[in-house]
């Protein structure tokens, strides 16, 4: 006879394979396992989604979407894009520096791969189409560029990596703005040679009137980063604090600054915000019952265990998880490798003493790299519906973009001191 331990994985892995959205896998293959082991009550179901709510910091979630959709809809992207075309537009590549530049300034506002993919994407894409850049090239560059967006804080991915850790999420928003960084001049280099190669055309050097012009357009917006990491550094403000000023900041650039939000446009607004926020509360209330019935278990000392006595190599172990986490995700999305991974990762990074807000960062960017892999990658279902390309051709796209971002991901995974540099300077060690 099957253990219940067994029945919980087997039951997981077969509503996975049976395309059970993820959040009833985990509740259905967690409830399998009470019932089995017989000496728990079946309220504690209950008690275990609901307590999986119960932190103030994850009501900075649905504030920061709001906040993000709110961006989208106020014309402010293309503000951003104009001011990042003025700064970068004469270099070899053009609109695909543009690209990159204006997803890293997006990215400290909206905290989200697909809110960025979504939004600054479709401008990015028309921008680069008129310009008679190639479709392929200009459908890579915008999903690889949007994967920035959770790495350049304020992250939502990281609020929800802190709170199950109880790593500070101040210092993991720090802890990603070098690793950013590194991404975009990477994602730029390759443009380079990508445009070099293909002879791809240049506007000429912008005026430094124009340079003005565009800053003092999209200066309103590039405030946001300013209050909200600011905030939170200074301790002024928590992040849920910080994720209700960028709402509200939001609202006060679309509807007083830009004037192109109205009572219809919000409603609309909070709408898609609501549908983007249910579907993770609620995977976030059903992982909190299958990752406690996995460390009832054990399972995450089972495989640092084993990780540790099998492999003992710290570099090949750091290379294990990184490909662990890639190949689950092309096949689970953001949150739910998130949820089911990380009380094993936490496991092994006490024992190889890591810092968690080096973990944190590496794990986000291996599920950022995600978003782009077939075939759960979400950023690749945007970009085939906003570039009217088959699946297929925007994946092909995609490959030579994975290249840089997994040259970033093993740069920061074997060089910690990039990520944690900057919060041990602002908040000590």
């Known amino acids: 006879m099957f253990s219940p331990v067994l029945i919980l994985l087997i039951s997981f892995l077969i509503l996975i394979l049976l395309n059970c959205p993820i959040a009833f896998s985990m509740g259905i293959s967690s409830a399998i396992y009470l019932i089995l082991k017989g000496r728990f009550s079946l309220i504690m179901i209950v008690q275990l989604m609901t307590s999986g709510l119960e932190n103030f910091t994850l009501l900075a979630i649905p504030f920061f979407i709001v906040a993000g959709q709110i961006m989208n809809s106020a014309g402010i992207t293309q503000k951003i894009f104009d001011f990042a075309n003025s700064l970068v537009g004469h270099v070899k590549g053009g609109l695909g520096h543009v690209n990159v530049l204006a997803s890293m300034i997006f990215a400290g506002m909206s905290g989200s791969a697909v809110a960025d993919t979504a939004g600054l994407g479709m401008v990015e894409l028309k921008a680069m189409f ?54 975009g001049i990477l994602l730029m280099i390759t443009v380079y040679f990508v445009a070099k190669r293909d002879n791809y055309p240049v506007k000429s050097r912008s005026s430094i009137k124009e340079i003005k012009r ?21 301790g002024v403000t928590t992040v849920t604090e910080a994720g209700a000023i960028s709402v509200v900041y939001a609202l006060f650039l679309g ?15 909070l709408e898609k915000a609501i549908m983007a926020t249910v579907p993770i509360m609620f995977i976030l209330a059903t992982a909190r019952l299958f990752a406690w019935c996995i460390i009832m278990e054990k399972i995450p000392k089972f495989f640092t265990d084993f990780l540790i006595n099998s492999v003992g190599d710290r570099t090949l172990i750091l290379l294990l998880i ?53 075939p759960v990658g979400w950023s690749l279902y945007i970009l085939s519906d906003i ?28 060089n910690p001191i990039l990520v944690i540099f900057l919060p041990n300077m602002i908040f000590g060690r």
């Not at 459908?139 to 500070?168: C, N």
């Open 130 to 183: 008129d310009e008679g850049y190639d479709k392929s090239f200009s459908v890579g560059i915008t999903g690889a560029s949007s994967t920035i967006g959770p790495i350049i804080p304020p992250s939502i991915t990281l609020i929800l990596f802190g709170a199950m850790t109880g790593t500070s999420t101040g210092r993991l928003f720090l802890g990603g703005v070098i690793p950013g960084v590194i991404m």
């Open 322 to 374: 990184n490909v662990g986490l890639l190949i689950a995700g092309c096949f689970m999305s953001v949150t739910a490798v998130l949820i089911t991974t990380t009380p094993i990762l936490v496991e092994v990074a006490l024992a190889l003493k890591l810092d968690l807000v080096h973990v944190g960062v590496v794990v986000v960017l291996n599920l950022m790299i995600g978003l782009l892999t077939p």
């Open 214 to 234: 565009t800053f003092y357009k999209a200066f309103p917006a590039l405030l946001m980063p300013v209050i909200v990491i600011g905030g939170i550094i200074t």
């Open 387 to 414: 570039a009217k390309m088959s699946f297929g051709d925007v994946v092909k796209a995609t490959i030579p973009f994975l290249i840089p971002l997994i040259v970033a991901l093993l740069i920061i995974t074997f």
């Open 255 to 269: 509807i007083v600054i830009n004037k192109e939000i109205g009572i219809k446009e919000l409603i609309h607004t």
